[in-house]
């Protein structure tokens, strides 16, 4: 099957697209409002682009408050959703206004992070504090603006939660990161294998 994006002739009764580019780790996205709200929210257009200096970047589809908020404060953390959360990581996904704080819809516990306002969830195995660099609006390959946008942070403080750092690296096995898969389907972290480059 071959088919074009723009024209949507796949035939399927559900996009294929966000199935094809699998696993997408999670950015648990933590931000503080200028009135001091604190907003959670799972991003699986998500990952590391760089690491010296080491920065991460998340890319809501469209006008979110994350996005205002990093832009506003200059802040925001990604905290680590694995499997003991995946309920509580959902629930903050629901779509509500500015003025509701998620964790305390999900019933989930945050605390301070080092360096920045916005608080990191307490549970999570490792969080990113995060200095907001810019936000990229996003355009197509013929610069038509379409909603949504990459916004960039620089990572300042790294938290690890001690319990996943064993023989002197990080082991996340006991903890089973999770990923998003297409439609409503997520995957986790189970087997790790390594492979040495060719020299």
């Given at each position: 099957?071959?088919y074009?994006?723009?024209?949507?002739?796949?035939?399927?009764?559900?996009?294929?697209?966000?199935?094809?580019?699998?696993?997408?780790?999670?950015?648990?996205?933590?931000?503080?409002?200028?009135?001091g709200?604190?907003?959670?929210?799972p991003?699986?257009?998500?990952n590391?682009?760089?690491?010296?200096?080491?920065?991460?970047?998340?890319?809501?589809?469209?006008?979110k408050?994350?996005?205002?908020?990093?832009?506003a404060?200059?802040?925001?953390?990604?905290?680590?959703?694995?499997?003991?959360?995946?309920?509580?990581?959902?629930?903050t996904?629901?779509?509500?206004?500015?003025?509701?704080?998620?964790?305390?819809?999900?019933?989930?516990?945050?605390t301070?992070?080092?360096?920045?306002?916005?608080?990191?969830?307490?549970?999570?195995?490792?969080?990113?504090?995060?200095?907001?660099?810019?936000?990229?609006?996003?355009?197509?390959?013929?610069?038509?603006?379409?909603?949504g946008?990459?916004?960039?942070?620089?990572?300042?403080?790294i938290?690890?939660?001690?319990?996943?750092?064993?023989?002197?690296?990080?082991?996340?096995?006991?903890?089973?990161a999770?990923?998003?898969?297409?439609?409503?389907?997520?995957?986790?972290l189970?087997?790790?294998?390594?492979?040495?480059?060719?020299?």
């Amino acid at each position: 099957m071959d088919y074009e994006p723009r024209l949507r002739n796949h035939g399927l009764p559900h996009d294929p697209f966000k199935a094809l580019v699998v696993p997408r780790p999670i950015g648990w996205i933590s931000t503080l409002s200028p009135e001091g709200v604190v907003n959670l929210a799972p991003y699986s257009f998500f990952n590391a682009v760089c690491d010296r200096p080491p920065m991460v970047m998340f890319a809501p589809s469209g006008p979110k408050d994350s996005q205002a908020n990093a832009e506003a404060t200059g802040e925001f953390v990604a905290s680590l959703a694995t499997w003991d959360l995946r309920e509580q990581m959902n629930a903050t996904s629901a779509a509500v206004g500015p003025e509701v704080s998620e964790p305390e819809l999900a019933g989930l516990a945050m605390t301070p992070s080092r360096l920045v306002k916005p608080p990191r969830v307490a549970a999570a195995a490792a969080a990113l504090e995060c200095r907001w660099v810019k936000s990229v609006p996003m355009t197509t390959a013929s610069g038509e603006t379409v909603p949504g946008a990459i916004v960039i942070g620089e990572v300042v403080s790294i938290h690890i939660d001690e319990s996943v750092i064993v023989d002197g690296r990080v082991d996340l096995s006991t903890r089973r990161a999770i990923s998003r898969l297409g439609y409503m389907e997520y995957g986790v972290l189970d087997t790790v294998f390594s492979m040495q480059r060719p020299r």
